[in-house]
């Protein structure tokens, strides 16, 4: 189904009543997270058109699909997938803050961690992260 995406991203709705929508028919039509790695490369560019948004709301959804979705990948993530992930959820992080966006960190944490092999390789995203972290609105986090 070529909408299973969208109904993926709209599970992540910030309204209660149409999130509920898109988890029951993200829920019937999916058997797990085998679905958002088989999904995930049309997941990440309709997310990533919608975090830069001036409507909190969309932005909100587009960031927490994202973070959604690295961790249903967890320790099976590919180079690949770190690849198309990293930056943006890095991305993600940046702006003013919002209810949830802590979960935009816990993902960015989180794939860090499961791609560790990958970030051996890559000191340049180890920076990112220290970058990430030093924001003063995540600082707190890390005291």
């Not at 189904?1 to 309204?15: A, R, S």
């Amino acid at each position: 189904m070529d909408i299973l995406p969208f109904i993926f991203v709209g599970k992540h709705d910030p309204h209660t009543p149409v999130a509920e929508i898109f988890a029951k028919a993200w829920t019937e039509n999916t058997g797990g997270t085998g679905a958002v790695k088989l999904y995930l490369g049309e997941i990440i560019p309709l997310a990533q058109t919608h975090l830069s948004s001036p409507r909190w709301a969309l932005k909100q959804t587009a960031a927490l699909s994202l973070a959604d979705a690295c961790k249903s990948i967890g320790k099976d993530v590919t180079a690949e997938q770190v690849d198309l992930l990293w930056p943006v959820l890095v991305s993600a992080t940046s702006g003013k803050s919002w209810d949830g966006k802590e979960a935009v960190l816990d993902a960015l944490v989180a794939l860090a961690v499961n791609a560790a092999q990958y970030f051996e390789k890559d000191q340049a995203k180890l920076q990112e992260l220290s970058t990430v972290r030093t924001r003063p609105m995540f600082s707190p986090l890390f005291q």
